[in-house]
Nanobody, 122 residues
């Protein structure tokens, strides 16, 4: 699976961005999808994940209620809608795919996109 994340940018605190992850190659619908982020000097951290069917979704506590993960298997895309953004959300955001039936919140994913920068100004 080849993944390409896009949609990042510069936004003021309180604003919104929508990240998208386009997948190609193997059957997208067989993979659970996750979003991770990495700020400068910090480890990569889990943001959100969704199972292959979309039936199970999990969020990090830091984004719960503000971010929404979704997927469209017909279009081979996954998305992360980010609302009420805070300066501490500033990071490079990565989408990832894993052949798994359950939600995975650790970085042990099979495939990774190249990352897209999100910068939230105060």
């Amino acid at each position: 699976v080849q993944l390409q994340a896009f949609g990042g940018g510069l936004v003021q605190a309180g604003g919104s961005l929508r990240l998208s992850c386009a997948a190609s190659g193997r059957t997208f619908s067989r993979y659970g999808m996750g979003w991770f982020r990495q700020a400068p000097g910090k480890e990569r951290e889990f943001v959100a994940a969704i199972t292959w069917s979309g039936g199970v979704i999990y969020y990090a506590d830091s984004v719960k209620g503000r971010f929404t993960i979704s997927r469209d298997n017909a279009k081979n895309t996954a998305s992360l809608q980010m609302n009420s953004l805070k300066p501490e959300d500033t990071a490079v955001y990565y989408c990832a795919a894993k052949s798994s039936l359950v939600v995975v919140t650790t970085p042990e994913y099979d495939y990774w996109g190249q990352g897209t920068q999100v910068t939230v100004s105060s």
